[in-house]
């Protein structure tokens, strides 16, 4: 099948598009100009505009938090019982920031620089050098918080190393980071809550976009535990709703995250942009059977002090501690011995693959590689690995009954975070006037690829530092003409969504939605996974359709709207998934190279690393919707002060 014949095929060109927000000259600077180049919005004036945040994980607690401080009328939505069990509280790690206090070199260039590089050079140099900017005032905000970071014998703030990098700039709460974190931007959304500046609303999924004279000016949502569709509207609205992982239906994200918010608004006309650039995280417990409904992260920091190896010799099953030294392969340090086990994600993760594949694969079906903490044990005394990692040891044990500080862990890679999202300018504005994305529901930062304790630094970075000043720059317009809940455009949208909630009650079908679930989630792994090829994205394509098809004619959902349904709520989010999952795969069959997390057989070296094709592929995908085949926008993008160049890290 030639290029033509699949482009016209399974998609349409549209016109180039930019981001016209972000300013010119040094870069250092842009970000101050554009600061003081936002309009204000006078204090008096902020209790006559109201924001809608959808997510209360970090990027949109921060957010609520934030503007209701500021004294705008702030309402949050999540799904879930409290803001608390946002998916964030599962980050373990830790967060990046540039303040350099080991004083081996850091700087915010250097941030800016390895993120850049990271992403494989598909990112916006504005968006990254501000996000290395900002992390400096993340740290002293979470500290003003409380959040409890691990700290140096003489009291400073420790920091350890993430892959992908050559200095120690992440700090970390032990294993807990995330959760850490979330309670800090917790406890600030709880006080604008107790103000009376925010109000909550929990147990509520957002099903719809609300669009009024070509502005998001609401949402639909419905009430998880009465059923009750709900209209809320706002002078502008703020999605903060996370990745799509679950997309492949195993994977390290709840069970309860989902796209649903982020592709209601794509049906909206807001556009998706790179959604195949996803990543797989190389320190996964491997899947151990059929009956598993999601997969368990082990923090990239046990990269820091474990080490990864394979026996040298294929099919070899003797226990670990049975292979001798000289029989061991050690392979990240032997192939990339600059940077050793910390190497990127998309790297550490296809070097695993590839061992699995070559049948050196440890653990039940060879899916598994061993992380070794025996030498740093025995190097930095037991106690000392069990004060800096002893919580994630802990839960390695009671998932798999073994003893890790005995034996070693067994890990395997699994999809885990997306680059891919909403498209955003500058301003973190979708191209739907009124709409902002924040944290991993947009796609601005991280490119292809993202480096390890990043995602966290984005979240808040968007909620705490980014949105106060682009929001309120277009809040200064309003407030707006008021929109009230018979307005035809909320009484559509709500149509909208009862209609097709009680064509997901008809059906009346034979299959499950899990069934439905992980049929897709095995469709994308195999074909959309860690590797991608012409043949292998044209029949996921082809599958994926017959597959949404079905899904539409033969669905089981019991019960009624009118009361807490969850077999309707997963049958939604689906739906969606179903559509998301066909786009992914023709951008990755667009996308005729490999950068990052998108690896296509076709386009390597002779090593097997990622090769890029800068000439042709050096762009944003921004796909609009569109009923027979989505629309393909193109942005350019441009590096004036990292030079573009194959990445080693050998």
């Keep these: 099948m030639t290029e033509t014949t699949i482009s016209e ?11 016209t927000k972000a300013p010119s000259g040094p870069i250092e600077k842009r970000w101050d100009e554009r600061k003081f180049g936002a309009k204000l919005v006078n204090p008096a004036n902020r209790r006559k505009l109201s924001v809608i945040v959808v997510g209360t994980g970090l990027a949109g607690a921060s957010a609520a938090a934030t503007l209701g401080e500021a004294g705008y009328q702030v309402r949050s939505f999540c799904y879930q019982d409290s803001p608390r069990r946002a998916h964030s509280i599962a980050a373990q790690g830790g967060i990046n920031a540039a303040k350099n206090y080991r004083n081996d070199g850091d700087s915010i260039y250097r941030l800016f620089y390895d993120t850049v590089k990271g992403g494989d050079f598909r990112a916006r140099e504005s968006n990254v050098y501000r996000l290395a900017q900002v992390s400096v005032n993340i740290i002293d905000q979470c500290v003003a918080q409380g959040v409890p970071f691990a700290r140096e014998y003489g009291g400073l703030l420790d920091n350890r190393s993430f892959g992908g990098v050559q200095v120690s700039r992440t700090f970390y709460a032990r294993g807990q980071t995330g959760q850490q974190l979330l309670i800090g931007a917790y406890q600030a959304l709880e006080r604008q809550i107790a103000a009376g500046t925010v109000e909550m609303n929990t147990r509520h999924e957002m099903l719809e976009l609300i669009m009024v004279d070509d502005r998001a000016r609401g949402i639909v949502v419905r009430d998880m535990v009465t059923g009750e569709i709900e209209t809320h509207t706002a002078d502008a609205v703020v999605l903060a709703t996370g990745g799509y992982g679950n997309v492949f239906f195993l994977s390290t994200n709840a069970m309860g995250c989902n796209t649903t918010a982020t592709w209601r608004a794509h049906r909206k006309g807001a556009y998706f942009a790179n959604p195949c650039y996803t990543q797989i995280h190389p320190t996964c417990i491997p899947v ?30 003797r226990a670990a501690v049975d292979i001798p030294e000289d029989e ?12 050793g086990n910390l190497v990127p994600r998309d790297i550490a993760s296809r070097a695993a693959k590839y061992q699995c594949d070559d049948g050196k694969g440890v653990g039940p079906g060879g899916l598994g590689v061993y992380l070794d903490f025996a030498e740093a044990i025995q190097r930095l005394g037991l ?53 902002f994305v924040a944290g991993e529901a947009n796609f601005s930062e991280h490119g292809a690829n993202r480096l390890g304790a990043s995602a966290l630094m984005q979240g808040l970075a968007d909620g705490y530092f980014v949105l106060p000043y682009t929001l309120a720059n277009y809040l200064a317009d309003g407030p707006y003409e008021p929109v009230d809940d018979d307005h035809a455009a909320v009484v559509e949208a709500r149509q909208a969504v009862e209609d097709r909630i009680q064509k997901l009650l008809a059906i009346d079908g034979d299959r499950t939605v899990d069934s439905f679930h992980k049929e897709l989630g095995q469709i994308m792994w195999d074909y959309c996974g860690m590797e991608r090829s012409e043949e292998g994205l044209v029949k996921a394509i ?9 899904f539409w004619t033969n669905v089981k ?7 807490f349904n969850q077999t309707l709520e997963r049958a939604g989010r689906v739906a969606d998934f179903i559509e ?42 921004a796909w609009e919707y569109g009923d027979q085949q989505p629309t393909l926008h193109k942005e350019p993008l441009e590096y004036e002060y990292v030079e573009m160049k194959s990445r080693s890290y050998k």
């Design 328 to 339: 061991r392969d050690y392979y990240l340090e032997r192939i990339y011995p600059a940077f």
């Design 557 to 563: 959902v019991t019960g009624a709207n009118e009361e």
């Design 542 to 550: 082809g599958m994926i359709r017959e597959l949404k098809q079905e």
């Design 288 to 317: 151990s059977g059929d009956y598993q409904s999601k997969l368990t992260l082990m923090s990239e920091s046990l990269r820091n002090d474990g080490r990864i190896w394979v026996p040298k010799k294929g099919g070899d099953e």
């Design 383 to 435: 106690d000392a690995v069990k004060a800096k990692y002893g919580n994630l040891f802990d839960m390695y044990a009671q998932i798999t009954g073994e003893n890790p500080y005995e034996t070693p862990m067994r890990i395997y890679p699994a999809v885990h975070y997306t680059m891919g999202g909403l498209w955003v300018d500058y301003d973190l504005s979708s191209n739907l006037t009124g709409l």
């Design 580 to 621: 998301l999952g066909e786009l992914m795969c023709i951008d990755a069959l667009n996308r005729r190279e490999s950068c990052g997390g998108h690896f296509r057989v076709e386009s390597q070296t002779e090593d097997g690393e990622a090769l890029r094709q800068d000439a042709e592929f050096a762009y944003v995908s």
């Design 9 to 19: 095929e399974f998609h349409a060109v549209g016109e180039d598009i930019a981001d």
